[in-house]
């Protein structure tokens, strides 16, 4: 098949997945999508799959835009969370006393002010078989104000103490908010760590922003992964949940003997002991918490490196027949060209290793998890794998301020994974944006500058006009220009967050009011623009 034509086909996955209606659940096929045969994913790892041409959904990272009634389609052997506790962490409706919420504008629950937090340290002792956990999470922050209260984002899971500085601490629930009292309030200004002790079964997340999905963490035919986008981390561990408040973090999961965990950061650290193996991560860049990833299940690790020597350590499930695992293995083969194709636009890449996990099924999305991206087995296409890497520069080293904003992550990273696969198979940017803005017309998408919080992951909205955006500012301003511009958004905000504010004074600096005001016409018009045509 032609290059060109194989582009064609990956976007067309993307624009046919959109059309079925999918769960991104646990995961029924859905009726027939049928795509050109080359269009089929480059791996194939369950021996279920579908013998004919047609692709579940799955076959893009990429959430669908209808949502399926989760009732109708769940096979998870989980617990069902209970929609009062998941929900209210995310009601706009109700506003959370102060000390509770950090001001986002979709999520007034999220996020919690009065301190920052420096470091987590996580002790998760988990039985994959009755997916349980005990854990013990250390969250060592710094005060901003004085302290009567601490609040910390948790949904579920049953707390049995808190301490403040190694001293018992009240604490209650209410909605997904852990109130710590400490029996001394903590000082302005100073150093402090709670130390929260809970167990049980994690439920994941109804949040407003994912309606395909419950998100957090999940147990899926034998292995555990997490994506917690944006809320999800609070079914797993207490924290301030909000990407404003990013810290490093050290993971150590216990599991048993032959289980292999897997985390965000560096593995530093692997002992056994009674059975168990213990295995410790150390993310040493801020890291938001809901790009914090636990896996665990039967995986192998392979490694790659780039010209630079950049470890990829990439995990494939240990169940892989010969062929699938070659096929795997080469399919991920792009991932060290595509880190310097980006370096080589962006900038060093931001974290000290990357790699992608692979499930042995598959889900409705792909995930950038820091420095390890989540898979299903049938992402693994070019694009895709691009999307979440850049990522790790676009989302990941540089977060949305506010989740109202994700056009900053979906847009750039699809925009550039669209340059990488330009670039890989000798396409024609304009020709792979036209295809882009055929399809963002026909769905009609909206100004991704605008969305409502259910429009999170709209992908015509979010992702296609968001990407169309970013190419009508390239075209506007040229490569050097342009490619500049990225350059001082990754490395002003590289640790941080920014907001779509922040991005315009750049471009305003570099390019003139003509750039803002295409910028802004494509980001808040409710027509698409002309200016492609
Ligand atoms: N950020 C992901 C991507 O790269 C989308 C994740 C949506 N799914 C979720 N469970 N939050 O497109
Ligand atoms: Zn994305």
């Known amino acids: 098949m032609h290059g060109w034509m194989k582009a064609a086909a990956s976007v067309l996955a993307v624009a046919l997945a959109l059309s079925a209606c999918s769960t991104g659940e646990d995961d029924a096929v859905p009726a027939a999508t049928t795509l050109p045969s080359d269009a089929s994913p480059a ?217 292999t965990a897997a985390s965000t950061g560096v593995l530093v650290e692997e002992s056994a002991a009674d059975g168990r193996r213990t295995f410790t991560w150390q993310m040493n860049d801020p890291m938001a918490t809901y790009l914090a990833a636990v896996y665990i299940g039967e995986f192998e690790r392979h490694t790659q490196e780039t010209r630079d020597g950049l470890i990829i350590r990439d995990y494939i499930p240990s169940s892989l027949t010969d062929e699938q695992r070659q096929a795997t293995l080469e399919a991920l083969s792009v991932t060290p060209g595509a880190i310097e194709f980006f370096e080589e636009l962006l900038g060093p890449y931001p974290f000290d290793a990357y790699g992608t996990l692979v499930l042995p099924f598959s889900i409705g999305f792909a995930m950038e998890n820091q420095t390890l991206s989540l898979h299903g087995d049938r992402t693994l296409i070019p694009l895709i794998i691009a999307h979440e890497l850049a990522h790790q520069w676009f989302g990941n080293a540089v977060s949305p301020g506010d989740w109202s904003e994700i056009w900053l992550n979906e847009g750039f990273a699809h925009y550039l994974a669209f340059l990488y696969l330009a670039d890989y198979g000798g396409h024609d940017i304009a020709a792979l944006m036209a295809n882009e803005l055929q399809a963002a017309r026909n769905a009609n998408a909206g100004p991704p500058g605008s969305i409502t919080v259910a429009q999170l992951f709209d992908f015509p909205t979010v992702y296609q006009r968001s990407t169309l955006t970013l190419y009508a500012l390239h075209r506007h301003v040229g490569d050097e220009t342009f490619f500049e511009i990225l350059r001082q958004h990754y490395q002003r905000s590289d640790g941080g967050t920014a907001t779509t504010p922040d991005f315009m004074a750049i471009v305003a600096q570099h390019a003139g009011p003509d750039a803002v005001a295409l910028l802004a016409s494509w980001l808040y018009s409710p027509e698409i623009p002309t200016t492609l045509d």
Not at 218 to 245: K, L
């Open 43 to 259: 791996v194939t790892t369950t021996a279920a799959s579908p013998a004919t041409k047609a692709l579940p959904p799955e076959t893009t990272a990429l959430p669908p835009t209808t949502a399926a009634p989760e009732s109708t389609t769940t096979t998870a052997p989980e617990a069902e969370t209970t929609d009062a506790v998941a929900d209210a962490a995310a009601d706009p409706d109700v506003s959370p006393p102060p000390g509770a919420g950090i001001g986002d504008s979709f999520y007034p629950w999220l996020g919690n002010s009065g301190y920052d937090v420096i470091h987590y340290e996580l002790k998760l002792d988990v039985d994959p078989d009755t997916n349980t956990l005990d854990g013990i999470t250390t969250v060592h922050g710094v005060s901003t104000g004085e302290l009567e209260k601490i609040y910390l984002d948790l949904s579920g899971l049953d707390v049995s103490s808190v301490t403040v500085d190694g001293v018992a601490a009240e604490f209650s629930r209410e909605q997904a908010e852990l109130i710590v009292r400490p029996a001394t309030p903590v000082p302005a200004g100073i150093g402090f760590t709670v130390e929260v002790a809970y167990s049980g079964t994690p439920e994941r997340i109804n949040d407003p922003g994912v309606p395909f999905a419950r998100i957090g963490w999940f147990n899926q035919n034998g292995v555990i992964f997490t994506a917690n986008e944006p809320s999800g981390s609070m079914s797993w561990f207490p924290s301030n949940n909000h990407p404003t408040d990013k810290a490093t973090f050290t993971i150590a999961i216990t599991v048993p003997e032959h289980s």
